[in-house]
């Protein structure tokens, strides 16, 4: 057996496994429980994971491999989400009064699409409606 890859985590893992099961590529994964129980540094023999494929199939295992790994998306700084200022005072505030982090934006601004200053308030009934008890008439 080859080796072929060393995955970053735990999902490409899984991602390439199920890919080469459905091929029906002969493989190994050399630390496949053990090395996930280790934390701190990667060190090659002991804790990484190592994908090995049986020779006969290591050419089409690494065209596959080579497809499946420019088809994943890797999100660039760019793509991230940017908070306000008021957001990351409003998220460390609250992680430091109640100890949690809600992030993203406010329920007014996620109601208006975005749109800053638009007023949300809904009423909870209308005139006229089913509810509306202002044109009652008594008998």
């Known amino acids: 057996m080859k ?26 994964v050399q630390n496949d429980h053990f090395g996930s129980l280790l934390i701190g ?8 994971k190592n994908i090995l494929v ?5 050419d089409r295992a690494a065209g596959i491999l080579t497809d499946l790994l ?26 430091l009064l109640f100890g949690w982090i809600v992030p993203g934006k406010t329920l007014r601004s996620r109601q208006t699409g975005g749109k800053q200053g638009a007023d949300v308030r809904k009423p909870l009934f209308r005139k006229g409606g089913c509810h509306d008890t202002s044109n009652n008439k008594s008998s």
Not at 3 to 28: T, V
Not at 41 to 48: A, E, G, H, N, Q
Not at 54 to 58: S, V
Request: a negative charge; hydrophobic letters at 40%; proline letters at 5%.
């Open 70 to 95: 420019a088809n994943t998306a890797v999100l660039k700084e760019t793509d991230a989400p940017s908070y306000s200022a008021w957001d990351k005072l409003r998220m460390a505030m609250e992680f």
């Open 41 to 48: 540094p990667s060190i090659d023999l002991l804790t990484r």
């Open 54 to 58: 049986d020779e006969n199939d290591f």
């Open 3 to 28: 080796k072929l890859y060393s995955p970053r985590n735990e999902i490409e893992l899984s991602m390439i496994k199920g890919i080469f099961d459905a091929e029906r590529i002969a493989y190994f």
